[in-house]
C-alpha cells in the first residue's frame, strides 16, 4: 500500500466516524463519545484536508462553510409542490375533521401519525445518490429559493446520507427551527451591542436562512427536523406502506426525526397526543405552535387526496398562540436594586401563552428607540415558556395618530433624584441610592433572599410593607424587628410573626460568601462573593483591600475591584454593617478555600449551553460543592467546558486551547464520582 492510500483510508474512516458521531449526536440523541473526542476527529480530519487539499470532498464533514457570498439566491421550482395544512382550533373542530375522513374512506377508525408542529421555516433538501445536492425554500409552494449553502452550514442535516438502501432522488422536508436558548443568546448580543432584536425564534430561522453570505448563517444555532417526503424515485409507496414507517426509514438514514412523533389512533388519540404535548410544550427547547395529525396509510392518504392547497389527510391543530397584539397603554418605570431604571409595559389585558398578560417588560431605552414603541401603539406581546413576558415589535401599520414617544424620566420615579443615562450603557440609572425608597427596598429583598442570608417567609409584599411604614429602613433594621410590630402588619398573624423572627434568627449564623454576597455589592455574585471570601478570609481584610489587592482574587477584574473598593469606602455602607455584625450576624472564621480532600479541589470549570438536567447555577453551585472553581471563561487553566445544547464560542475556544469538553453525560458522571 502506498503513502498516499494510507492517508486516503485516514480519511475515509474520519469521515465515516465523524458522520456516525453525527446520527448519534443529532438524530438518535444518544452520542456515544464525549464533545472533545468528536473534536479531535474533527481537527484531525481538517488537518489531512489541509495538508492534502485534493481529498477535499464536498460532502466531507468539514465542508459546511466554504461557500462565497451570493449576489442574490436563484430559483428552485419544487417538482413535487410544497403545500400548506388546513387549521384546528378546539377539541371539537378535530372530532369534526376525523368524523370526515372516517367518512370518505368507509371505515370506522382512522390511524394518525401524530407530530410536533414545529415553528421555523420550511425546508426541502434534494438528496441524489445520497449526496445533498439542493436545498430550498417553500416560497409560493411552486417555486422556492435555493438555499443550498446556508442549509449546509446547519450540523443536523447530513451532507450524505447514510447505508446503502436510499433511493437515488430523494427529497426531503421538514423544518428549519432556531432553539429558544440559542435566540435568546442571540437577542442578548444584538442587545448588548446594539443592534436590532429579533421579534421570535421563527423570524430568526428564517432571517438566517435569507443570509446572502452562508458565514452568517454559519453562526446561527440552527437544527432541522424532517416530516413528508417530496419527490422520491420509485414513488413512497417503495419507501414503507405508513407515513410512520417511512419516516423511521429516512431516520436510519440520518435524517432527524421528532422523537415526539407517535402513532395514534381515532380523534381520542389525536387529543390525548394534543394534551400530552401541550404540557410538554414549555419544556421543549424549541418553539412549537401545535401538533399535526397525517391519516398514516399512503393508500388512505391516496384515497383522500387534496383540496385546493392543502391535503384532505392532514391536519394542523393549533395551541394558543404565545403572541397576540394588542394596545401599549402607557410605559412605567421600575426602580431596581442598583437603581437601574427598567421600562414596563402596560397593556390592554391579552390572553397570550396560556396566561393573560397585563405588564411586559421593555428592557430599556436602547431597545425601546430601536424598536420606535410609542405608548398607544399596537405592540407584538410575547410570552413562550417560562420567559417573562416582553413587547416584541410594534404593528406600524397600525400606529395611532396620537401615539407619542416614550420618554425617558429625569427625575426617579421613586425618590425624586436625578436619572443618569451613562455612556456606553443600556441602562439609565437613579442616582438617589439608598435613599431612594425603590432602591432600598430591593437590596432588603436582596438580602434576605434564598441564595443570600436566606430569611424564610421574608416575601417582598412584606418587605414593600416594612419600608412603607417605616419599620426597616436598611437591612439592618430586620434584626430589630419583633413579633408585635410584625403582627400589626397586614396579612400578618401571630404565626407567621413568630416565624419570622424565627427565621431571622437562623439566618443570623450564615458563611462569608454569603454575607458579601448578601450585601448586594454591584456586579459581585454568588462566585465572586466566594472568590473574595476564600482570598481575604475575614470580613475586615476585606473591607480595607485596596484595587490592586482585589485583583489579585481569582476572577476579579477592574470593574468588579472598582465596585467593592468604592462600595467599602462608603461611610453608610461601613455604618451598615457594623450595625449587621452589632446583630450578631456571624460565620465561621476564617472561612478556608475548599479544604483539599475536596474531589475536585483545584480543578476549574466553565459551564456553557443548555443542560437539560439542572440550571446553569445549580451546575455551578454542584460543582463548587466538589471544591471546583467556577469561571466565565476559558484559559489554558480551566481544567475542562462543560457543553450543554447549544453551546456558544467557549467550545471553540476550548479546543483551540486543547482544553477538554464534556457533555452532560460526563459532567454528571463527574458529579456522582465527586
Ligand atoms: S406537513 C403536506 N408536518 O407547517 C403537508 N408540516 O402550516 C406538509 N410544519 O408548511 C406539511 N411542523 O412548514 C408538516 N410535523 C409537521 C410540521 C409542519 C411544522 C409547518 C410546515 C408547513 C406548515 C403548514
Known sequence: MTAGSDIETEVRQLRDEIRHHNYRYYVLDDPEVPDAEYDRLMHRLAAIEAEHPALVSLDSPTQRVGAEPLAAFGEVRHNVPMLSLGNA???????????????????????????????????????????????????????????????????????????????????????????????EAFNARARASGEKTLVNPRNAAAGSLRQL????????????????????????????????????????????VSHLNAVVSGAAGCLGYYGEIGDRRAGLPYDIDGVVYKVNRLDQQKALGFVSRAPRWAIA??????????????????????????????????????????????????????????????????????????VAGVVLARRPADARPVILPASCPVCGSDVIRPEGEAAARCTGGLYCAAQRKEAIKHFASRRAMDVEGLGDKLVDQLVECGLVEHVDDLYRLDADQLESLERMGRKSSENLIEALEKSRQTTMARFIFALGVREVGEATARSLAGYFGSLEKLMAAEVDALLEVPDVGPVVAGHVHAFFR????????????????????????????????????????????MTRQDAKAALQALGAKVTGSVSTKTTAVIAGDNPGSKVDKAASLDVPVLSEQNFMQLLEQG
Open 317 to 390: 391543530h393549533k395551541f394558543p398562540a404565545e403572541e397576540e397584539v394588542t394596545t401599549l397603554l402607557d410605559v412605567e418605570f421600575q426602580v431596581g436594586r442598583t437603581g437601574a431604571l427598567t421600562p414596563v409595559a402596560r397593556l390592554k389585558p391579552v390572553f397570550v401563552g396560556g396566561a393573560t398578560v397585563s405588564n411586559a417588560t421593555l428592557h430599556n431605552m436602547d431597545e425601546i428607540e430601536r424598536k420606535g414603541v410609542h405608548i398607544g401603539d399596537q405592540v407584538i406581546v410575547r410570552r413562550a415558556g417560562d420567559v417573562i413576558p416582553e
Open 570 to 613: 462608603q461611610p453608610h455602607n461601613r455604618e451598615v454593617i457594623e450595625r449587621l455584625l452589632a446583630a450578631r450576624i456571624h460565620w465561621d472564621e476564617p472561612e478556608i478555600e475548599a479544604p483539599d480532600e475536596s474531589p475536585l479541589a483545584g480543578r476549574s470549570y466553565v459551564l456553557t449551553g443548555t443542560l437539560s438536567a
Open 89 to 183: 382550533f378546539g377539541d371539537d373542530e378535530v372530532e369534526a375533521y376525523d368524523a370526515r375522513v372516517r367518512d370518505r374512506l368507509g371505515v370506522d377508525k382512522v390511524e394518525y401519525a401524530a407530530e410536533p408542529k414545529l415553528d421555523g421555516v420550511a425546508i426541502s433538501i434534494l438528496y441524489r445518490r445520497g449526496l445533498l445536492e439542493r436545498a430550498a425554500t417553500r416560497g409560493d409552494g411552486v417555486t422556492g429559493e435555493d438555499v443550498t449553502q446556508n442549509v449546509r452550514t446547519v450540523k443536523s442535516v447530513p451532507l450524505r446520507l447514510q447505508g446503502v438502501d436510499y433511493p437515488d432522488v430523494l427529497e426531503v422536508r421538514g423544518e428549519i427551527v432556531m432553539p429558544r436558548a440559542g435566540f
Open 213 to 256: 453570505d452562508p458565514r452568517l448563517t454559519a453562526r446561527r444555532p440552527l437544527e432541522v427536523f424532517f416530516y413528508a417526503l417530496g419527490e422520491c424515485e420509485g414513488g413512497a409507496e417503495a419507501l414503507g406502506a405508513t407515513h410512520a414507517g417511512i419516516l423511521e426509514r429516512l431516520r436510519d438514514w440520518g435524517l432527524r
